[in-house]
């Protein structure tokens, strides 16, 4: 049976102009979260955040209360709060949809941080090549200046004086791993350091840094509201909340949802209030997790399998963004993951050469096997070259491009293996 859903972040899509209504924005229970944090000590946000066990929403699922409680034991009397917006794959858009129609929600998120870690300058990382994401973002900002939830002596308190500026970046893909973000913040180049520091210790211009996603600050003025217990109640035992879920490809209801975790995946990709099933009276052939850096695996496999971290876990699979990419038998995995091969190509920033070069040749063998070239030797090849991009990336973006490649030939070998001539002269013996 499906479990009815308690929107919590969704709640007030639709009800309220997010640029010019602040008030609605109260009356809808806005900034009660931070104004049951100012009545706390720090030690008690940070231990009810961490007894809600939320789990990171942008990809790497940390706990968000072991980084808090990271940044408030880093030494500096200078620290900073960072929003991660930089939301730039295919089938992901949770966070746009969060800021666009909610952002005081993630602002009063980043003002709760502010004040438990003593900061007094946020900044939220966007990708400019959505200019009226950024006017919407902006707008609010003065909205909640106007008011005194942003700026000096906020809320009429003594020495709380927080603001947030936003930053518009150049639209890369990579500058949503942090060292790169960091980078970008600081004015320097998009692209990850080799060596990466913790930002909890040294993060933005060498002081510490808390870095959160947009859903992952949203999250922050629902635990302070309800309370760690009633949050850690919305999802399963080992991980608290709702999780907002991008629907896309060849499904009936594509589009944004926000669900409880632990909800069985066949009601997300068959339920008529979720996905609905598959196109025309196709049926579905394999699902993506996660974002384009997520593992495949077949829709035949997700029977009995719930949409949670630790059950996606055991199947070597990923929450990650929240994307989750369905595709009918109408599509060979092949063509779909020459796709997916020639974002991460486009994407990698060419710091490296086994990133800037290796999905290179890893687009070019895919490209190949579409047109079923390959000789004998081919997949053994591609494999070691697959592996050697993904050891050899110094960041995220070469270093995930296995995950979806190594698990749609473990789910699909037969597509693979059609792909080779095998009357055609062998290749030659692999050089590593």
Known sequence: MAQTTQLVLTKRFGKLDPVFDLTAYQ??????????????????????????????????????????????????????IVCNAN??????????????????AVIEGMT???????????YIYVQGRYPELVATIEAALQQARLAHYLGQEILGIPDFNFDIEVIAGGGAYVCGETSALLNALAGQPGRPDSKPTDPTQTGLFGAPTLI???????????????????????????????????????????????????????????????????????????????????????AADLDELTYSYEALQVKNLTIGSGAIV???????????????????????????????LGTLRIYEMLQRF????????????????????????????GQSIGNPIFSAMEQFPEEF??????QAQPKEEVPW
């Open 417 to 422: 293996k059609k792909t080779i001539d095998w």
């Open 112 to 122: 709760i941080a502010a004040w438990t870690l003593k900061a007094k300058q946020g």
């Open 370 to 397: 579409q047109q079923h070239a390959g000789v004998p030797g081919d997949l053994t090849y591609f494999e070691h070259m697959v592996d050697h991009v993904a050891d050899q990336s110094i960041c995220p973006v």
């Open 212 to 298: 959160n996603n947009v859903e992952s600050f949203a999250n922050i003025p629902v635990i302070l509201r309800l309370g760690s217990g009633a949050f850690l109640a919305l999802g399963t035992p080992e991980a608290g909340g709702t999780k907002l879920i991008c629907l896309t490809g060849q499904i009936k209801h594509r589009g944004l949802f926000e669900v409880p975790l632990g909800l069985p995946l066949t009601d997300i990709l068959n339920g008529a209030e979720y996905g609905g099933g598959a196109l025309n009276g196709h049926q579905l052939k394999f699902v993506h997790f996660g974002g384009q850096a997520g593992a495949i695996a077949a």
């Open 87 to 104: 939301e730039g794959e295919p089938g992901t858009f949770k966070d746009k949809a969060l800021l666009a129609q909610d952002p005081l």
């Open 27 to 80: 009356g809808l229970e806005g900034y009660g979260g931070l104004a049951k944090a100012v009545q706390l000590d720090p030690v008690a946000i940070m231990a009810d955040i961490a007894e809600s066990k939320l789990l990171g929403r942008g990809g790497m699922a940390a706990p968000v209360g072991d980084k808090w409680q990271q940044v408030a034991k880093a030494k500096g009397d200078t620290k900073y």
């Open 326 to 356: 369905v595709m009918d038998e109408r599509t060979s995995i092949i063509d779909y993951l020459t796709s997916v091969a020639q974002f991460f190509m486009t994407e990698s920033c060419g710091k490296c050469i086994a990133c800037r």
